[in-house]
């Protein structure tokens, strides 16, 4: 079988393999930019890293990371959890992401965003997860929220 050209095209026997697919994403556009790193997998989560850099800082004096970098990176790992659960790329649209800051992440450390979908509909994706410094008991923030297939359906 041969490879897809894009995720879109892939035929009906193509096997997603989502390690690569989040490496893929995490390399182009503004994951790419943003250094967003593929970490890991499970069945129905990903977890995706955001190394500390000086321009993503959000008050130079702090060195704490900017928010909008963090909720880039859960939006992404939240996103892909969802095709970690269907085992296959299905577009879709973030409906809500809602986050909840607990503390500034630690200067200079590595953010690591784990994103979980717990629940399918024939549309709509349900997600959660934290994003941590190195500590998940301890986590820099937590997120829930909701995806929408644009083109199909999830199930």
Same mark, same amino acid.
């Given at each position: 079988?041969?490879?897809?050209?894009?995720?879109?095209?892939?035929?009906?026997?193509?096997?997603?393999? #989502?390690?690569?697919?989040?490496?893929?994403?995490?390399?182009?556009?503004?994951?790419?930019? #943003?250094? #967003?790193?593929?970490?890991?997998?499970?069945?129905?989560?990903?977890?995706?890293?955001?190394?500390?850099?000086?321009?993503?800082?959000?008050?130079?004096?702090? =060195?704490?990371?900017?928010?909008?970098?963090?909720?880039?990176?859960?939006?992404?790992? +939240?996103?892909?959890?969802?095709?970690?659960?269907? =085992?296959?790329?299905?577009?879709?649209?973030?409906?809500?992401?809602?986050?909840?800051?607990?503390?500034?992440?630690?200067?200079?450390?590595?953010?690591?965003?784990?994103?979980?979908?717990?629940?399918? +509909?024939? +549309?709509?994706?349900?997600?959660?997860?934290?994003?941590?410094?190195?500590?998940?008991?301890?986590?820099?923030?937590?997120?829930?929220? +909701?995806?929408?297939?644009?083109?199909?359906?999830?199930?």
């Amino acid at each position: 079988m041969s490879e897809p050209k894009s995720l879109y095209d892939a035929p009906p026997d193509f096997v997603f393999d #989502l390690s690569r697919g989040a490496k893929m994403m995490s390399r182009h556009g503004h994951g790419g930019w #943003l250094g #967003l790193d593929y970490h890991a997998h499970g069945p129905d989560w990903v977890e995706l890293s955001l190394p500390w850099r000086e321009d993503l800082v959000g008050v130079p004096e702090t =060195g704490v990371l900017a928010s909008g970098p963090i909720i880039s990176l859960m939006d992404n790992a +939240t996103s892909m959890s969802v095709w970690a659960l269907c =085992g296959r790329f299905v577009p879709h649209a973030t409906l809500d992401l809602r986050v909840d800051y607990m503390r500034s992440a630690v200067p200079g450390k590595t953010v690591i965003g784990h994103g979980e979908c717990y629940k399918l +509909t024939r +549309t709509i994706s349900f997600i959660r997860g934290i994003a941590h410094d190195g500590n998940p008991d301890d986590p820099v923030a937590h997120v829930t929220g +909701t995806f929408m297939a644009t083109h199909g359906t999830y199930l």
